[in-house]
């Protein structure tokens, strides 16, 4: 973690451009799942203790650049008023404008005033300079902690960093060091946990992590892939015939390595992709011609367990099964468990897995759950994300 952070900043009389990252589920007005919102709020209460007044900025949903009240953050606001009681907390129907540049520059110390949706400009997304100056006239100093945002070049996550001094915040800093550590000089053995549907949407994690861990555990559709190119035969399973060359060069990557590439041992196998399908356990090598492997076995769970159990950093990214159905959750569950029994470093690394470990009421035992989807995956495959990039060097 070699940003400057908000700790390097005297706020007082300052005020602070936050990017936070409120793009969370609604059910109509009604926020079924604010954990995004929580998550941001240990880096407001510091700025507030500071001295600082805080503009908040985030993007709700996909407007598509047009102002479409079903994704206001209107009610982001009133709920954000209930999680900070004594707070004077504001509403601008605007981001950049006359009426958003007047309600920052009346906002008090120790006021917050949050801005209405990005996305309901088309210049956010493209990363406007025009936007990004405007949005800057805000504030004083830049503060990034929208980590689920920082893998894309955006006004709010990389432009307006031109125009002010950028910082991280708490939860832009516990994500880069944690996550950054685990990579960089982790504790061994270090095991990486790989699930999804999908080989082609891991490669580059794939690629980067198995010269750094010690093991290399496989899950979920993807390890079909794998299966069929030593030659097991998957019935109906999810294969992707085009991902073959990679599954065999990394399998032949972890040969040469000496790491082991465990792949599972037997498959719960249904005849139809539908949560009451009839189902049952088989080998790898024996799965129906008319069947589906939809989750991992009771014997790989087994030999999944006692890697995971020696480790002392895991990484896990991707669920072991179609985990939605519950029939077909019990191997993901069972990996939630043994992660969470880790007497180490455990990262969850966003996306489905997150929903995993919170399903399974296991999310307080890890160490770090990434509220980043595609920015925790693109961290994971090495690459530079570009409101990370913009925050200020240490140096």
């Not at 000089?185 to 949407?201: E, H, L, M, Q, T």
């Not at 750094?212 to 899950?219: E, N």
């Amino acid at each position: 973690m070699d940003k400057l952070t908000i700790r390097d900043v005297d706020w007082q009389g300052k005020r602070a451009l936050v990017r936070v990252d409120f793009n969370v589920p609604m059910d109509g007005e009604t926020i079924t799942d604010d954990t995004r919102i929580r998550a941001a709020l240990p880096t407001i209460r510091y700025l507030l203790d500071h001295g600082a007044s805080v503009v908040l900025m985030s993007h709700l949903g996909r407007p598509k650049g047009e102002r479409n009240l079903k994704y206001s953050l209107r009610p982001v606001a009133r709920h954000l008023q209930a999680l900070l009681p004594g707070t004077d907390i504001r509403f601008a129907e605007d981001c950049v404008g006359e009426a958003a540049t007047a309600a920052a520059q009346a906002l008090p110390s120790g006021a917050v005033l949050l801005l209405e949706n990005l996305r309901f400009h088309k210049e956010e997304e493209k990363n406007d300079e025009s936007f990004a100056r405007q949005l800057a006239q805000l504030g004083d100093v830049y503060v990034n902690d929208a980590f689920g945002s920082a893998h894309r070049a955006h006004a709010s996550t990389a432009g307006v960093a031109k125009f002010l001094p950028a910082v991280a915040g708490f939860l832009m800093e516990k994500e880069i060091s944690v996550m950054g550590g685990a990579l960089a000089n982790p504790a061994r053995p270090f095991v990486a946990i790989i699930g999804g549907a999908k080989v082609s949407d891991k490669i580059g994690v794939l690629k980067n992590l198995l010269p750094k861990v010690d093991a290399l555990i496989i899950g979920g559709g993807m390890a079909n892939t794998f299966l069929a190119v030593q030659g097991h035969t998957m019935g109906k399973s999810l294969v992707e015939p085009e991902a073959f060359d990679t599954a065999r060069a990394l399998l032949q990557q972890a040969g040469s390595l000496g790491k082991p590439l465990l792949l599972p041992v037997d498959l719960v196998v249904a005849e139809a992709f539908a949560a009451d399908a009839p189902h049952a356990v088989y080998p790898v090598g024996q799965v129906p011609q008319d069947g589906m492997a939809l989750d991992i076995g009771p014997a790989t769970v087994e030999r999944y367990r006692q890697t995971i159990a020696g480790a002392k950093t895991v990484i896990w990214n991707g669920p072991m099964g179609v985990f939605e159905m519950p029939a077909f959750a019990r191997g993901t569950i069972a990996i939630a468990e043994a992660v969470a029994a880790v007497n180490g470093v455990t990262i969850i690394g966003g996306g489905d897995s997150v929903a995993a470990v919170e399903q399974a009421g296991l999310a307080d035992k890890m160490t770090h759950v990434s509220t980043g989807g595609g920015a925790s995956l693109e961290f994971l495959e090495g690459r530079e994300l570009p409101g990370v990039a913009a925050l200020r060097d240490r140096a």
